[in-house]
Structure formats: structure tokens, C-alpha cells
């Protein structure tokens, strides 16, 4: 268990080095890009503004591929019980800030979703249909939080009792689960 948690603590160190490193390669070639337009405007202008236009394009493309991809993230967890944010990043092969961005907009309005994300120190946690339900099961049976954990540690990859507190709590506040 404690090797589990040491290689995935290894893995989102280097995902967020690669990801603050992708970042800031996509900034500078987006203000490279722009200052090379704004040179070729200056010199010529119908080619500056055919630049422009196809580069408009390019980055609406890019936009509505970030889109899509929160569908994916979104069908990849829900095949998985219980799924944190730096699994999803090693399934998906992508950066764990794009990851965590999609999973805190996900997160924001999630009050009629069947699944849950829950945020707790500074990972996200996430619980698909039957999850909930299992956790739902069991807190209305009247289970406290250590009975709940050691019920669901047989069924899914729940490791503490922070978790089950967290996910009481953003259950209550999303007016999921009654006190």
C-alpha cells in the first residue's frame, strides 16, 4: 500500500514538472506566433491577415478539442468505481493540470450528475453510479465513517477516513444525501 502511494506521488511530480513545461512551451509559441503576424501585418498586410485568419481557425479547432476531451475524461472514470486525478492522468497520457482543470469544471455543477468528484488535498477523487450508491447504502443503514471505510475498502480503492469525510460532505452540500 505505502509503495502504491510513493509511486504515485513520483508520478504527479513528474506530470506536473512535463505539465508546467508544456505550458509554458504553448504560451511561448502562441506569443511567437502572434508577434510573427503582427511583423508580417506591418509589411504586408493581405498576408497578415490570411495568417491570422487561418490561425483563428487553427486555435478554434484547439478549443473545441479541449472540449471534447472533458467527454472522454468523464467516460474513462465512469468505467472505474473509484478513480483519483493522477490515474486518469497515466490512462489518458495527458499532462495532470489539464486533468485537474477539466475535473474542477466537472466538479462546479455536479448537484443532478449519478456520479460524484470530490476534492481533498489537492487531488480529486472520483465515484461513478454505482459508488454512490454503494456509499449511499451504506450511510443510511447508519454505518459511522470507520464501518463505512472498512466496507468499502473491500469494494473499491477508498485508502482513509478523510475521504469518506470528504465525500459525506460534498454529498450533503450538493443536497445528494440527507443529514
Given at each position: 500500500?505505502?509503495?502504491?502511494?510513493?509511486?504515485?506521488?513520483?508520478?504527479?511530480?513528474?506530470?506536473?514538472?512535463?505539465?508546467?513545461?508544456?505550458?509554458?512551451?504553448?504560451?511561448?509559441?502562441?506569443?511567437?506566433?502572434?508577434?510573427?503576424?503582427?511583423?508580417?501585418?506591418?509589411?504586408?498586410?493581405?498576408?497578415?491577415?490570411?495568417?491570422?485568419?487561418?490561425?483563428?481557425?487553427?486555435?478554434?479547432?484547439?478549443?473545441?478539442?479541449?472540449?471534447?476531451?472533458?467527454?472522454?475524461?468523464?467516460?474513462?472514470?465512469?468505467?472505474?468505481?473509484?478513480?483519483?486525478?493522477?490515474?486518469?492522468?497515466?490512462?489518458?497520457?495527458?499532462?495532470?493540470?489539464?486533468?485537474?482543470?477539466?475535473?474542477?469544471?466537472?466538479?462546479?455543477?455536479q448537484k443532478k450528475k449519478t456520479w460524484l468528484l470530490v476534492f481533498l488535498n489537492k487531488r480529486y477523487l472520483f465515484l461513478n453510479e454505482i459508488g454512490v450508491e454503494k456509499f449511499k447504502e451504506y450511510?443510511?443503514?447508519?454505518?459511522?465513517?470507520?464501518?463505512?471505510?472498512?466496507?468499502?475498502?473491500?469494494?473499491?480503492?477508498?485508502?482513509?477516513?478523510?475521504?469518506?469525510?470528504?465525500?459525506?460532505?460534498?454529498?450533503?452540500?450538493?443536497?445528494?444525501?440527507?443529514?
Open positions: 500500500m505505502l509503495t502504491i502511494i510513493t509511486n504515485l506521488k513520483d508520478v504527479a511530480k513528474k506530470t506536473i514538472f512535463n505539465s508546467k513545461l508544456i505550458e509554458i512551451v504553448k504560451k511561448a509559441i502562441f506569443y511567437l506566433i502572434l508577434g510573427t503576424i503582427i511583423l508580417i501585418f506591418i509589411f504586408n498586410q493581405l498576408v497578415g491577415v490570411l495568417l491570422a485568419g487561418s490561425f483563428f481557425i487553427i486555435y478554434i479547432i484547439y478549443y473545441l478539442f479541449t472540449l471534447s476531451s472533458k467527454r472522454r475524461v468523464l467516460k474513462l472514470m465512469q468505467e472505474y468505481l473509484i478513480i483519483n486525478d493522477i490515474e486518469v492522468a497515466e490512462k489518458l497520457k495527458r499532462p495532470i493540470d489539464d486533468i485537474r482543470k477539466i475535473l474542477s469544471s466537472l466538479s462546479k455543477n450511510y443510511s443503514k447508519g454505518y459511522n465513517e470507520k464501518k463505512i471505510l472498512e466496507n468499502l475498502q473491500k469494494d473499491m480503492k477508498i485508502r482513509s477516513r478523510a475521504e469518506i469525510n470528504a465525500i459525506i460532505t460534498t454529498l450533503i452540500n450538493n443536497e445528494r444525501l440527507s443529514n
